[in-house]
Structures are given as C-alpha cells and as structure tokens.
C-alpha cells in the first residue's frame, strides 16, 4: 500500500475545542434517547400504523426540546456535586 491509499481510509476528524465537549455529548444522548423514548411511546401508545413516521417527528421535535436542556443540567450536577464526592481508582 501506498501512502496515499493509508490516508484515504483514515475517517475524518473534525476538530472542535474541548469547552464544546459537554454540549456536544448531552446533545447527541438527548437526540438518540428522545427518539428512543418517543418510538416506544408511540408504539406502546398507538402501534405501528401507516401515520407512525409522521407521529414519530412531530413528537420527537417536542421531545428533544425538553430533553436536550435537560440532559444538560443532569449531567452538569451529577458531575459537579456526584462524581466529584466518590474516589475512583
């Protein structure tokens, strides 16, 4: 292999400042769980009909709004006043 074929397979980075870690970690958690938990309501709640895709976004909009500040502050209390009290070795 040629070094020029090593570097095409390498998958590109993007490079971001650390101080963007927490609010890009708490954004990705709350976009995945929001879906998560927004298909498994609408399951439970309606089953799965021909209309399910269109309740899934309409509902996920509304639930990352909540769910995205939410993480936000979790994860910045449990890391301030949690972990910062229990010695891990």
Known sequence: MTKS?????????IRISIKFYRLIFTGLMALLMSLIISAALILV?????????????????????????????????????VLSRIDFY
């Open 5 to 13: 074929t090593k570097a095409a397979q390498k998958p590109a980075k």
């Open 45 to 81: 709640k309606k089953g799965y009909n021909d209309l399910f895709f269109d309740h899934l976004l309409s509902s996920w909009k509304l639930a990352f709004v909540f769910a995205w500040p939410s993480a936000y502050l979790c994860a910045y209390l449990i890391q301030t006043h």
